[in-house]
């Protein structure tokens, strides 16, 4: 499995930018799709975004247009840049690593990083 580390999370203010990273260990990164997830006080993880190996992103309605997933192969590296940010987008920030496939399901993920807390305020 690969071991993932994220970072970037902090408080900013309704309609400010973010962007997390999320640094993985490994040699075939390049062979994991990534996904971010989230998760608020009292609610179920929630998908966020995915990249495959290759192929198309995915996101759900809730953030699609203001979310962009990208990945940097040479550096074991997948990011999550979050523009205008609401305050329900409030929550831990996971990311995690699947082989090849995107999947919006988190039970399909084996690997975990430790999450990043992200705090919109309105």
């Known amino acids: 499995q690969v071991q993932l580390v994220e970072s970037g999370g902090g408080l900013v203010q309704a309609g400010g930018s973010l962007r997390l990273s999320c640094a993985a260990s490994?040699?075939?990164?390049?062979?994991?799709?990534m996904g971010w997830f989230r998760q608020a006080p009292g609610k179920e993880r929630e998908f966020v975004a995915a990249?495959?190996?290759?192929?198309?992103?995915d996101y759900p309605d809730s953030v699609k247009g203001r979310f962009t997933i990208s990945r940097d192969n040479a550096k074991n590296t997948v990011y999550l840049q979050m523009n205008n940010l609401k305050p329900e987008d409030t929550a831990v920030y996971y990311c995690?690593?699947?082989?090849?496939?995107?999947?919006?399901?988190?039970?399909?993920?084996?690997?975990w990083g430790q999450g990043t807390q992200v705090t919109v305020s309105s």
């Open positions: 490994g040699r075939t990164f390049s062979s994991y799709a």
């Open positions: 990249i495959p190996w290759s192929g198309s992103t």
């Open positions: 995690a690593a699947r082989l090849y496939f995107n999947s919006r399901n988190p039970r399909e993920y084996p690997s």
